[in-house]
Nanobody
């Protein structure tokens, strides 16, 4: 399994921006599709965005499309989530996840991912 460490969370006002980072211990992160998920209190963990091994294929949930952008730098073993125009409903713990895969496939469900980070809190005030 890959060890993942998220950072970049914090408190921000509505309309603001944050960039989350996910650093991986795996030197060959390019073997993994990556995803971001979030979990608000009392709710199930939900898909936010995913990116294929090379970065050529990305997909985002409708709730964050046009506001959030996932990207990766395999040379730095890091995945990013740029979050713009944040809303109070974006408040949650954000998790990074890795899925060993082949080709340009990505995953959008929790069960598809093998490794998870500890999460980083994002709080958006109104």
């Amino acid at each position: 399994q890959v060890q993942l460490v998220e950072s970049g969370g914090g408190l921000v006002q509505a309309g603001g921006s944050l960039r989350l980072s996910c650093a991986a211990s795996e030197r060959t992160l390019s073997n993994y599709a990556m995803g971001w998920f979030r979990q608000a209190p009392g709710k199930e963990r939900e898909f936010v965005a995913a990116i294929s091994r090379s970065g050529s294929n990305t997909y985002s949930a409708d709730s964050v499309k046009d506001r959030f952008t996932i990207s990766r730098d395999n040379a730095k073993n890091t995945v990013y989530l740029q979050m713009n125009s944040l809303k109070p409903e974006d408040t949650a713990v954000y998790y990074c996840a890795a899925k060993r895969t082949y080709g340009s496939s990505i995953g959008t469900t929790v069960r598809e991912y093998d490794s998870w980070g500890q999460g980083t809190q994002v709080t958006v005030s109104s």
